[in-house]
């Protein structure tokens, strides 16, 4: 969706502030592309993306560094249209599936070039996907391996989780961090974070998001 004139509003997302100015440059002379804003990572970032309500958000590797936060589902509850391209990602397997799970649609290589951003933000907000060539098997080989496994609602009632369990993934589903739980719950840090490690392994997950989709399949958590 683009504005009145008809360009297509981008929020940038990056914790370099040359990186920053350096895109907005580029987009910005783009006749059908409008950069809204920018920002690095910080508390009221939310906040500052969703008074813009943009048409893409670009957004370097961070976002995934600080997945603990929940950011980019935090953002995507309030802003469901938006579509959220990374750029600068490493050709990695397991952190592009990561991305997708994420809800990413866009996803650009180290070595992509000005017009191919500006391309991967055209296709975007078009409702096109984006993904390297190299990156594409991963991606049929993740769908190919879940299809084949049981699906998480024949697993044991409530996997196994005790009830405090049970409590911290409903806290994380909320994107609640390591440290805001430690708070509610009148724990310790460490405690919270071997719990999270235990309930990781019970529901045999790689990380918080897929332990959280996994436990509401389930039924473990509403």
Do not use: W
């Not at 008809?6 to 350096?22: C, D, H, P, Y």
């Not at 002379?29 to 500052?48: E, L, N």
């Not at 594409?136 to 299809?147: G, T, V």
């Amino acid at each position: 969706m683009a504005d009145v004139s008809g360009n297509i509003q981008v929020f940038i997302l990056a914790e370099n502030r040359l990186l920053r100015e350096a895109l907005a440059r580029i987009l910005n002379k783009k006749s059908d592309i409008r950069v809204v804003g920018s920002s690095a990572f910080g508390p009221v970032v939310v906040g500052q993306i969703c008074a813009v309500s943009p048409d893409v958000l670009l957004s370097d590797s961070a976002a995934l560094a600080l997945s603990d936060l929940y950011l980019l589902h935090e953002i995507r509850n309030v802003l469901p249209s938006l579509k959220v391209v990374m750029i600068g990602m490493e050709s990695d397997g397991p952190t592009f599936l990561r991305a997708v799970r994420d809800g990413v649609v866009g996803y650009m290589l180290k070595d992509a070039s000005a017009l191919e951003v500006a391309a991967a933000v055209r296709s975007a907000a078009n409702g096109d996907a984006i993904c390297p060539s190299s990156l594409c098997l991963h991606l049929f080989q993740a769908f190919s391996k879940q299809s084949a496994q049981p699906q998480p609602l024949f697993l044991r009632a409530n996997l196994g989780l005790t009830r405090r369990e049970q409590q911290l993934v409903h806290l994380i589903s909320r994107g609640s961090t390591n440290k805001e739980i430690a708070l509610e719950l009148g724990l310790s840090e460490q405690t919270v974070k071997n719990h999270v490690h235990r309930i990781l392994q019970k529901v045999g997950a790689d990380d918080r998001i897929t332990m959280v989709e996994i436990c509401r399949a389930s039924g473990a958590v509403a």
